[in-house]
């Protein structure tokens, strides 16, 4: 059952990113390897996964935080921390739930369930989520200034002209310190995080967050 839902999801994504030219199911395509690398354009599955995979880290690591706060000590079972969140999280691509791998006194370790690609949480080692949330929130706020933008000018800008016309500041992605890419077409806009490896932080089309 696993491995047709896996399967399947792996072709819902794989013709999503790859336009629809490219069924992952080719020669020696085998589902029961989540590992390999199944691609579509450029973006393999695991990388599109591993985000959302380190974003349910980052729920997770909070959860731990709050049950240290009460408890004087980490949780050693999920459950206890699913009971906290109100919500069971899974691994989206190995669709199986986290686990508490180490627990002590002032320590704990969740990884990944069974995808070492993905990341792991624990202290001293958040998921590498921090210039997510950063970025995501810079890119709204440039989002916010494409509406104002578009308010006066009746026109979407480029980043200098935003910059030109006030609306700043200047920002850089912070995973790779370079610049957005907008990109303008008639009354709409793209605006790409410009990280050189996937997985970007994401993007915006016309106000639509992709991470949304
Ligand atoms: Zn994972
Ligand atoms: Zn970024």
């Known amino acids: 059952m696993r491995t047709v839902m896996l399967a399947s999801a792996v072709f819902v994504l794989s013709a999503m990113l790859a336009g629809c030219t490219n069924p992952a199911e080719g020669p020696g395509f085998d ?11 450029q973006v393999t599955i695991a990388e599109v996964t591993f985000d959302e995979c380190a974003w349910n880290l980052a729920r997770l690591y909070a959860a731990q935080a709050m049950y240290y706060g009460s408890h004087n000590c980490y949780a050693p079972d999920i459950e206890s921390l699913y009971q906290l969140l109100g919500d069971t999280l899974t ?5 199986e739930w986290y686990e508490v791998a180490f627990c002590g006194p002032d320590s704990f370790w969740i990884p990944c369930p069974n995808y070492p690609l993905h990341p792991g949480a624990g202290p001293g080692y958040y998921p590498p989520m921090k210039d997510l949330y950063t970025c995501r929130s810079q890119m709204r706020s440039i989002a916010s200034s494409e509406a104002m933008f578009y308010g006066r000018f009746n026109r979407y800008g480029t980043m200098q002209e935003m910059l030109d016309a006030g609306l700043g500041p200047y920002m850089t992605c912070p995973g790779c310190g370079y610049d957005y890419i907008i990109e303008l077409g008639y009354q709409t806009y793209t605006l790409n995080c410009p990280m050189p490896q ?3 932080h994401g993007s ?9």
């Open 31 to 41: 589902s029961n390897q989540p590992d390999r690398l199944v691609s579509g354009a």
């Open 198 to 200: 996937h997985p970007s």
């Open 204 to 212: 915006v089309v016309d106000g639509m967050f992709s991470w949304e």
């Open 91 to 95: 691994c989206p691509w190995t669709r």
